[in-house]
């Protein structure tokens, strides 16, 4: 199944604080960062087995794939073509219940 991907403002938001943060120390490895990030999201494009659900909630629509210490959500909109809508990116370490909104 190909998916269509859609990355929400928030989350490019999200992972351009994750690189800045991550310059403070290494230019090199924010940029890497932030690519790996992006080629974990794209990823989805063949197929959606890659997530799976997220634990502290109970819906089969909204999915995360984990890249290290980073969680990236996305949401699974099913039309005439599948979209894995890329909601948010955030570190694991960081409290789910006060990080994840729904935009």
């Not at 999201?41 to 063949?46: H, K, N, R, V």
């Amino acid at each position: 199944m190909n998916m269509k991907i859609k990355i929400s403002n928030k989350a490019r938001d999200q992972i351009k604080e994750i690189s800045q943060y991550i310059a403070e120390d290494s230019v090199y490895y924010a940029k890497k960062t932030a690519n790996e990030i992006y080629d974990k999201i794209y990823s989805l494009e063949t197929g959606i087995n890659l997530g799976r659900k997220v634990p502290e909630l109970d819906d089969d629509v909204i999915r995360e794939l984990l890249y290290k210490s980073y969680r990236i959500i996305f949401e699974i909109i099913e039309n005439e073509v599948s979209v894995a809508n890329i909601i948010q990116v955030f570190h694991g370490s960081r409290d789910f219940s006060k990080t994840y909104k729904i935009q």
